[in-house]
Structures are given as C-alpha cells and as structure tokens.
C-alpha cells in the first residue's frame, strides 16, 4: 500500500472524522500522531488501535501556535519526516449574530482556520522536504447555510480559499486540498428515515466516507496530480433542488 510506513499529523483525532481518517490511515499501513484537546478520547483511541508504535497522540490545541509547533517538531523528531498533515479540529457556537460575542466569533475562526495557516507555516519546510500533502476539512457550510451560523460559515468558506491559496504557494512541492462534508452522522445517533432520503444516495454519511476520501487525497500515487481542489462530499444533497409545495 503506497501510504505504508508514511508519517502524518491529524488534528481533532479522538473522535468523529478525526478519528475516523486516523483509523483509515492506520490500516494503510501509515503512522499518526493525533492530536486534540480531549486527553481521554486520545487515550482511549491509543488503548483501542495500539498498532505497534504506529499511533501517538498528543494533546494540545489547534488556535495555540506554540501547540502546533510542538506538535511538528515532535513528529519530525520521532519520525525523521512529515509525510501528510489533516487539519481536521472544529468548532461550532451556534448562536444569533448579535449574540455571538467578538470572543466566540475569534475562536471559532482560530480553531477552524487559523490551525491550517499555523500548520503550513511551521509543518510546511518538512512537507517540503518529503513532497507531502495537506488536507483542509471545509464543509457544505462553505456554500449553503443554516441561520445563526455565521463564524462557523465563515471559517469554512475561508478553509475553501486557503487550499487553494496554499496549493499556489507552497507548489510544486507540496499539495494542498480540501474535503467538505455534508451531513455526517459523527455522534452515530439514530436518524429517522426522511433524515436519509433526502441524499441522492439514500443515506446520511459515515465519517469513513471522509476517511477514505482522506486518505485517496493524501496519496502521491494516486492523487499526485490532484491539487487546490475542494472535494464535496455530501451524498448529493448540494445538487438537490428543493422547493415548497
């Protein structure tokens, strides 16, 4: 498998789509190193995919830039090389715009979109050195929206700009996509059926939707020619015309 033995850094790794790329890349044969806020969730991830020094995690936080630059600088001490980085972390505060304080509004945006400016300038020079890739996850938010989630919005129609910007700069060594998911059942709750006919597909989507589109994108060989794109993943819902009767 072309991602055995490769390096990668995965933000928001203890749970949902974080989680779910981990595992993917873990059964490709590639090494993790998760990263997240949720000290239990990676230690539970660690007791459950022990894969023979393959997993690590680390806890810290995406908006810090002394986090994200530990978090390389470990990585590329334990492994030698950065293979592929998956900013995945996110955040939501739903609330009315004229409630949402400048406080939330400005963590929202660092944890959702500065992260990946943080992890190109200081995970960039080593995915230089390896022609490696990078992963922003975006969202359908990015194109449609639902009220009272404008810095949710906002982050992710500036993640849909940034892989494209980034793809520009940091070429042609270094590639740089997005995926944007639709609705991803990350809590496994139970859905009723209309919740499913509304995809084109029949169903809602799984985190390993994303994770296998993850780990297709993160791949030289068979995505080497593949870059500043942003890969919608949705089951169809964004090309659903849909009018009241």
């Given at each position: 498998?072309?991602?055995?033995?490769?390096?990668?850094?995965?933000?928001?790794?203890?749970?949902?789509?974080?989680?779910?790329?981990?595992?993917?890349?873990?059964?490709?044969?590639?090494?993790?190193?998760?990263?997240?806020?949720?000290?239990?969730?990676?230690?539970?991830?660690?007791?459950?995919?022990?894969?023979?020094?393959?997993?690590?995690?680390?806890?810290?936080?995406?908006?810090?830039?002394?986090?994200?630059?530990?978090?390389?600088?470990?990585?590329?001490?334990?492994?030698?090389?950065?293979?592929?980085?998956?900013?995945?972390?996110?955040?939501?505060?739903?609330?009315?715009?004229?409630?949402?304080?400048?406080?939330?509004?400005?963590?929202?945006?660092?944890?959702?979109?500065?992260?990946?400016?943080?992890?190109?300038?200081?995970?960039?020079?080593?995915?230089?050195?390896?022609?490696?890739?990078?992963?922003?996850?975006?969202?359908?938010?990015?194109?449609?929206?639902?009220?009272?989630?404008?810095?949710?919005?906002?982050?992710?129609?500036?993640?849909?700009?940034?892989?494209?910007?980034?793809?520009?700069?940091?070429?042609?060594?270094?590639?740089?996509?997005?995926?944007?998911?639709?609705?991803?059942?990350?809590?496994?709750?139970?859905?009723?059926?209309?919740?499913?006919?509304?995809?084109?597909?029949?169903?809602?989507?799984?985190?390993?939707?994303?994770?296998?589109?993850?780990?297709?994108?993160?791949?030289?060989?068979?995505?080497?020619?593949?870059t500043g794109q942003t890969l919608v993943i949705d089951g169809g819902m964004t090309r659903k015309m849909i009018y009241a009767h």
């Amino acid at each position: 498998m072309s991602l055995t033995d490769k390096t990668f850094i995965v933000t928001g790794a203890a749970s949902g789509i974080g989680r779910a790329i981990t595992l993917r890349l873990l059964a490709e044969g590639g090494r993790v190193l998760a990263m997240d806020t949720d000290e239990a969730g990676l230690d539970a991830l660690c007791k459950d995919e022990a894969k023979n020094g393959r997993l690590a995690a680390f806890v810290g936080d995406v908006a810090r830039e002394s986090d994200v630059a530990a978090c390389v600088r470990r990585t590329a001490e334990s492994h030698g090389a950065i293979d592929g980085i998956v900013c995945n972390a996110g955040i939501m505060k739903r609330l009315p715009v004229e409630e949402l304080s400048y406080e939330d509004w400005h963590k929202v945006l660092d944890v959702n979109l500065s992260q990946s400016f943080l992890f190109a300038k200081h995970g960039g020079p080593k995915l230089r050195e390896t022609n490696g890739a990078m992963l922003l996850v975006s969202s359908t938010r990015a194109f449609m929206s639902e009220a009272d989630t404008e810095s949710y919005s906002a982050t992710k129609g500036g993640l849909f700009a940034l892989a494209h910007s980034l793809a520009v700069s940091l070429s042609p060594e270094v590639r740089v996509n997005a995926v944007a998911p639709g609705w991803i059942n990350v809590s496994g709750e139970e859905l009723r059926p209309v919740d499913h006919e509304q995809h084109l597909v029949g169903r809602v989507g799984e985190p390993d939707d994303i994770a296998h589109a993850a780990s297709f994108l993160l791949d030289n060989e068979k995505a080497g020619f593949i870059t500043g794109q942003t890969l919608v993943i949705d089951g169809g819902m964004t090309r659903k015309m849909i009018y009241a009767h």
